[in-house]
């Protein structure tokens, strides 16, 4: 793995109209390009739910994995957007534990959905940020700062909305 480049979790948007969550990632540096992921609605639901601090009455899978890892000493350092192969990202976990520091193969959804609830840094290799990465477009008035603010209005509506009426047989539990 060469120099990673540095990102951010930005948070996660409904894509219309195919009605498909995506998680977006953002360059810390001055380019600032965009890094949109697809992932499942269930991911997208566990990374929301991070982001905005949600306690839920019982661990969702993701809060038990970090749990475990602190209970067994063991510290999310990064995780690493590596590849993207035949339109799937791939991604790592680096881990630092009582055996050392380890490296995860995982789903770059759950990675973040765990790296959201700790202090963990999030990476991607350059080649995937030059394969699936965009520059944003900058804001050229404020009217499409307010249609932005009102759309992003309406996703995090439906995303309430989904957590008001979602119960846990919805995501095959008990």
Do not use: W
Request: hydrophobic share 40%; net charge negative.
């Amino acid at each position: 793995m060469g120099t990673v480049i540095a990102m951010k979790l930005v948070g996660v948007r409904v894509e219309m109209p195919s009605n498909t969550p995506i998680v977006l990632l953002q360059e810390t540096n001055d380019d600032g390009r965009m890094l949109p992921i697809f992932i499942g609605q269930a991911e997208a639901t566990a990374i929301a739910l991070a982001l905005e601090e949600v306690e839920t009455p019982r661990p969702m899978t993701h809060d038990l994995v970090r749990d475990l890892l602190m209970v067994l000493g063991v510290t999310l350092d990064k995780i690493v957007v590596t590849d993207l192969r035949d339109k799937t990202f791939f991604a790592e976990m680096h881990l630092t534990g009582p055996n050392g520091e380890q490296i995860v193969s995982c789903r770059p959804s759950d990675a973040l959905a765990i790296a959201a609830r700790t202090d963990a840094l999030v990476y991607a290799e350059p080649h995937v940020l030059e394969a699936a990465g965009f520059q944003p477009e900058p804001d050229e008035d404020d009217d499409e700062d307010e249609e932005d603010g009102e759309r992003a209005e309406e996703v995090l509506d439906e995303f309430r909305e989904f957590i008001d009426n979602v119960k846990p047989e919805d995501f095959g539990g008990e």
